[in-house]
């Protein structure tokens, strides 16, 4: 029995989320009596493999094969699948992210194990296996009970905290061949941004909308944004108009995000928009009008003119930073 | 080529979900439903690939799960645009039955493109999609953005960490797909809805299936604290704040 975790590498490369991930499949594994596999596919140095010993891991495991070029979720799964076998996995833990998203619905049919996706918490219970998970997009959270004798749980962004646990697991290498899944994605062109701060891993986000008036007006935003290490985000008329790049656009028809602190300037707090952000730790909001909705959602406020405010909160920030 | 778009009837976006029975259902008085926006989004999409001729869609049926009262979303569809529609006559248990009814049809129908949408406003599952795919063992993207033909064949762009990716894959596939697939959401129009009257519906009974979870109970998100206000001639007061009360910066 084990708890397999999948560690996604970025140009074999592992981000916070990848340790979060890791702390949280080590606090599953201590309510069920078991250990932590961790598994990476795709080159990574051993250095940085064994840094996910120090988050739980007791076991690391990196998948390499020279088929494997581009991201393709039949072969990944093909591989998961059989270290799951292997491993004898009961809880298979993935991010809630592009990459997790793709391949946790596959692997669940492969497996035939019910997956509980978007949780924030550990599992409610063991003994039926209850996770916490968000429905209504935000507006509810229910009880799942994943009756299968495998689980697949995806865990949110930024919602569990680095729990330090150091194994001193020492990494192995293996060589998967994918025969069985043959690789049948071609990938014909890439653009990739790289050096900016993703808003999906931002942990400070300053967010416009419509209240910002017009594309002209962002300047002291992204400034703010780039003295606090922030992620720039808007509302979905503001990518909708071309103010900003669609990349940006946050809600429920956009991205949902979960930063530390989220900063709303001119938007108004519908609904949709508040699907994708209601699980900030906090949330700032500065608006002209006092009772827009965004208010019911923020811990502070500001009411006011945005673009007054915006270059006094950048002096103060700067002089923070003094 | 023919293609499937499935849909989904979850609870307008704007809608205050209450519960029922001691927290274990939703409340379904007063709500009104939608086709669920992704849902919608796939649907335009797929009906502005078959408006250019040159592209080669023969047709853009919908696939539904669920009880008969979910027909006038179906109905919907149809006005839109869709030229028929199966509705596969089970409730939409979980995720893994769900995408179990769907495959069992398709296989049935044969399908070149599959279009699911990245999530269900109702479930956030994210599952139906991928799982369609496995169950069919065919390859699927997902993440996907946009949709378009090149010399006869589909190619997708397909959403990655901080860019995006153009991506082709050999048909019969499943597209699960996301922001950008469209712009805003085909509107039916007067002569949509009377023909949608009289285009045809399959019913199919669900085939046995399992379902892998059960919801025990709901509850509503943890309150938020009240707004603190800041003055607004004083907005450093807010980085102070920030750092030394919340510790976020
Ligand atoms: C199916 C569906 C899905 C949707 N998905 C999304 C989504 O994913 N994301 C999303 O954002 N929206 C989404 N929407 C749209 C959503 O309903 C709102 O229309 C949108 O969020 C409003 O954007 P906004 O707050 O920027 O603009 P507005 O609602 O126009 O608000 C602008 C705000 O700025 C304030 N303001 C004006 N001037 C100033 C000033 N000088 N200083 C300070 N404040 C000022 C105003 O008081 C107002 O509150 C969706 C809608 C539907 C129907």
Redesign the pocket.
Known sequence: MSVLVYTENWDGLFKKQSFELVSYASAVAGMMNTKVTALSIGKVDAEELGKLGNWGAEKIINAVSDELTVFDSQAYTGIIADIARAEGSKVIIFSNNISGKALAPRLSVRLKAGIGAGVSKLPLSIEPFTVYKRTYSGNAFAHLVINSDVKILTLAQNSFDLTEKPTGAVPETINVSIDSSPVRTVVTDRVQQTGKILLTDAEIVVSG???M?SPDNWGPLVELASLLNAATAC????SDEGWRPHEE??????KMIAPNLYIAV???G?T??LA?VSSSKYIVA????KD?PIFEAAQYGIVG???KILPKLVDAVKGLKK | MKILVCISNVPD?TTKIKFADGNTSIDTAGIQWVIN?WDELSLTRALELKDDQANGVKSVTVAHVGPASSEPTIRKALAIGADDAIRINASASDAYYTAFQLAEVIRKEGFDMIICGIESSDFNGSAVGGMVAEFLGIPSVSSVSGIRFEGGSPLLTREIDGGRETVKVTAPFVAIVQKGIAKEPRIASMRGIMTARTKPVKVYEPVAADSLTTVAGFEKPAPRAACRYIDPENPAQLIDLLQNEAKVI
């Open positions: 909308g419509r209240g008036k509302s979905r008329p503001v656009h946050t809600g429920q028809t956009g001119g938007i108004s519908a949709q928009h994708g500065i608006n002209n009008d827009a003119d945005a673009l | 976006t926006p």
